[in-house]
């Protein structure tokens, strides 16, 4: 029997009645110590107040600098009422306020929810009321909702304490402008309980609404430790980039990683993950250490990259969400001579639940996502929630330490999603996925695709019927199906509409069609009014007008004839009319 180490080095043993294959690589053990997030920032505070923390777009801050605001922010949010496990919307840009206010809602005894300024309205609105969040922490610049200021709510056309932003009560900040100096700066040191919640990240949903996946304090921190202390090494010499939006949580990964152990964080500027030269220079400039990226991204950074040796300080390149291909890999053997990570997992899972290393010249696996991080078990399974046989196919459960509580505010859907895992008694459960995996002959876990219809663009985890309920809220569209295109090195979401009864002839224009002909303006609109419901990523490249969507034999879209039939003439446009 194989089985990885427990948090004290000694081998957990796995229960006696489990089916005896390859799933013996399951770690089954419990973290020797818990802790959290909070305890690790303010001892670090305490024992490096001098050294590097944070560097932001013109301004860099020492941990006792840094903390002291932490601290501050974190007494002004109790004293606007702030409780144990009440939640916290972040409605800021990618900046050093950012992570402040991320931090001070976890030190307050808080979980944070992230919100993107460039969200449509209606979605901010949805994640937060869902989220039932108390507070909102944002700019001083960002619109207050009219008719709902306390004390007037503006000033000189900015946001003071008090006013209302997207429907809930608004803490602004900036740093620039500093103005709780009355506040004391010494840590809070309240109890925070490792099982409580830490953050929600709201993730597309199949019934055609977000669900926000909630993720405990020790979770979060036990997979730091491991990373700190097991995979990386990582501590004071070590620095990693943040460029991830906040709503993906890899981001957490990027901002907590160095605050924990005396490392530094580097906060790109906003939309700096969209200029592949300024990211090359700032790591750089900076010494970065860690960076993660998707495949994607990594292929466009070593092409801006190539010939010069500005990447040479990386130390730990953790690259998922998307497909590593044989040619990337390559490209990437050929330019760095570090470590490659390559990781799985969703949202539901405290960031990921499987990886592999990749050293010196181990060769690329094909298909694989690894095998389990520490206190992780991954089930595949048939119908019956038997385990398949080694090698063949079935739907990928994650159990272990590292699990979320479930969807907030939502019980329905966390009770089948995260069921009882019949593999462990004491009433544990297991998270359905949705993927399709099999163990292969030497260990390691092969992705082999979807069982429904989540899948990922640019990295970011959607799900297809979210898109579609969107397209269909349009008035004049009758049906809507959505799919990916078939390339799958830069794959696109495509978009299939069938116009009501009421439709003009240019709108049932059918195919797809070019600029200038008669379908166009009625593709456009549908496209605009998709940017203005769903965030950037979420919409479609290309909208085709159809008479009828295709259908299986058992009465459902078929989409892999919607993508067979995608003409090959259909461009990517942007919409014209928007928010975009």
Request: proline share 7%; glycine share 10%.
């Amino acid at each position: 029997m194989v089985s990885s180490r427990s948090g004290d080095g000694a081998l957990p043993a796995r229960p006696v009645d489990g089916p005896a294959t390859l799933e013996n690589f399951n770690d089954f053990s419990v973290p020797a110590a818990i802790t959290t997030v909070v305890d690790l920032f303010t001892a670090q505070v305490r024992s490096t107040p001098e050294a590097t923390a944070v560097v932001a777009p013109g301004a860099r801050m020492t941990y006792g600098e840094f903390g002291a605001r932490v601290f501050q922010l974190a007494r002004v949010l109790r004293a606007r009422g702030l409780g144990p496990e009440d939640i916290v919307g972040i409605r800021l840009v990618r900046s050093a306020e950012m992570v402040v206010a991320l931090l001070a809602v976890m030190v307050a005894g808080g979980a944070f929810v992230p919100i993107e300024p460039g969200w449509p309205d209606q979605r901010r609105r949805r994640v937060l009321a869902d989220a039932r969040a108390r507070l909102i922490v944002t700019d001083a610049e960002a619109p207050a909702t009219p008719g709902g200021l306390v004390d007037g709510g503006l000033v000189d056309g900015g946001l003071v304490d008090g006013g209302l932003v997207d429907g809930v009560p608004a803490v602004p900040v900036d740093l620039d402008a500093w103005s709780w100096g009355a506040e004391s700066a010494e840590p809070l040191d309240l109890p925070i309980p490792p099982a409580g919640l830490a953050y929600v990240i709201f993730t597309s949903g199949s019934t055609g609404a977000p669900k926000g996946a909630m993720i405990r304090h020790d979770a979060i921190a036990e997979r730091l430790r491991w990373q700190v202390t097991d995979l990386f090494g990582f501590g004071p010499d070590d620095a990693s980039l943040f460029k991830a939006p906040l709503s993906f949580d890899i981001s957490i990964n990027e901002i907590l990683l160095p605050l924990v152990c005396g490392g530094r964080l580097v906060i790109a500027e906003p939309d700096g993950e969209l200029d592949p030269g300024y990211l090359v220079d700032l790591i750089e400039g900076e010494r970065v250490t860690f960076v993660y990226l998707v495949s994607s991204m990594l292929d466009i950074l070593l092409e801006a990259a190539e010939g010069t040796e500005a990447l040479a300080s990386l130390r730990h390149v953790w690259c998922g969400g998307e497909v590593l291909t044989p040619a990337l890999f390559a490209r990437f053997r050929a330019q760095l001579g570090t470590a490659m990570y390559h990781g799985y997992g969703p949202a539901e899972t405290t960031i990921g639940v499987s990886h592999v290393i990749y050293k010196d010249d181990a060769e690329r696996l094909a298909a694989s996502i690894g095998r389990p991080n520490p206190h992780t078990q991954l089930h595949v399974v048939d119908d019956t929630m038997a385990p398949v046989p080694d090698g063949e196919v079935g739907e990928l459960y994650v159990a272990g330490f590292l699990l979320g509580r479930g969807y907030v505010n939502n019980g329905p859907l966390t009770a089948a999603r995260f069921v009882a895992n019949p593999f462990v008694g004491g009433g544990e459960r297991m998270y359905r996925t949705g993927d399709l995996a099999r163990w292969n002959a030497a260990g390691w876990l092969e992705f082999v695709g979807r069982a429904d219809n989540q899948v990922k663009i640019r990295g970011m985890r959607l799900e297809l019927e979210e898109v579609e309920a969107a397209l269909a809220t349009h008035p004049r569209v009758r049906r809507a199906a959505v799919a990916v295109s078939r390339d799958t090195a830069a794959p696109r979401l495509l978009a299939f509409v069938v116009p009501d009864a009421g439709a003009t002839a240019a709108d049932r224009a059918g195919g797809s069609p070019a600029p200038g002909t008669a379908g166009e303006p009625f593709a456009d609109e549908v496209l605009a009014w998709c940017a203005d419901l769903l965030p950037q990523y979420m919409v479609p490249s290309v909208v085709t007008v159809l008479d009828t969507l295709p259908v299986t034999a058992g009465g459902k879209v078929d989409r892999r004839a919607l993508t067979e039939s995608a003409s090959a003439t259909a461009r990517p446009r942007t919409p014209s009319v928007g928010r975009r």
